[in-house]
């Protein structure tokens, strides 16, 4: 009995202590700041780490579905990413980007630990 509350006790504080540090994210698309729509399912938002060198870690990439009203929020790895800076891509699927559709392809953002609300304006990538 002792051993079972022991460990559970454990295994609450190591839960809490999951995702300290890290950044949740979510966001909003648009196009020269007006709501845009997306057709349901077909987009996605892409964030790759940058590694030390600015160059893109893929094995650090986070996935965002695009919702029709055009949000986003990440929510594998218990929807938190690590803090740095991230290059972010809009994805369709498919094909690799859109340029039509996506920030350039140098668009960048600062994660930092806690709630993190980007908005990517299609007309003004680097804002």
Known sequence: MRFALLSATFLT???????????????????NG????FPASSYAVEFTLLDGK???????SYTAVVETDG????????????????QVT???PG???M?????????????????NVITLD???PSE
């Open 71 to 86: 949000s986003f929020e990440v929510r594998a790895s218990g929807g938190t990413l690590p803090p740095g800076t991230y």
């Open 99 to 115: 340029a039509t559709a996506s920030p350039s392809p140098a668009a960048r953002r600062e994660i930092k630990a806690g709630d």
């Open 13 to 31: 504080l190591v839960a809490a202590g999951c995702g300290a540090g890290a950044g949740k994210v979510k966001g909003q698309i648009v196009d």
């Open 54 to 60: 600015g160059e893109p870690d893929i094995s650090k």
């Open 95 to 97: 094909k690799k980007s």
């Open 34 to 37: 007006q709501p845009k729509t």
């Open 90 to 92: 809009i994805k369709s």
């Open 122 to 124: 299609l007309a003004k």
